[in-house]
């Protein structure tokens, strides 16, 4: 069992950055991948980052590549997700996720059924 705790979010303006952190305990050793994923109102969830246990092999979604990075301690137990130049379309409930089976890379992070455990999610909001 592996148990993902998320925290960092909160309301920021346009333009911000928020980092966010999700602590991983028990069965740590076993998350090969860990990603982001958010849901806004009214939407599916959807693909944010991901990063494998080394973390040398990163991925973005297009909506967020260039302004998002994604990051790993694994002393820590900890994957962070840097947020900058925030937008409005931004907001949502982040959500950390955990690949404990196989290895995978590329466009194959965005598939959320490959994700075994879940955090309850941070929320996120940026004003206008």
């Known amino acids: 069992q592996v148990q993902l705790v998320e925290s960092g979010g909160g309301l920021v303006q346009a333009g911000g950055s928020l980092r966010l952190s999700c602590a991983a305990s028990g069965r740590t050793f076993s998350t090969n991948t860990l990603g982001w994923f958010r849901q806004a109102p009214g939407k599916e969830r959807e693909f944010v980052a991901a990063i494998n246990w080394s973390g040398d092999n990163t991925y973005y979604a297009d909506s967020v590549a260039g302004r998002f990075t994604i990051s790993r301690d694994n002393t820590k137990n900890t994957v962070y997700l840097q947020m900058n130049s925030l937008k409005p379309g931004d907001t949502a409930v982040y959500y950390c996720?955990?690949?404990?089976?196989?290895?995978?890379?590329?466009?194959?992070?965005?598939?959320?059924?490959?994700?075994?455990?879940w955090g309850q999610g941070t929320q996120v909001t940026v004003s206008s």
């Open positions: 996720a955990a690949i404990t089976r196989g290895y995978y890379s590329g466009s194959s992070y965005q598939r959320n059924y490959l994700y075994d455990y």
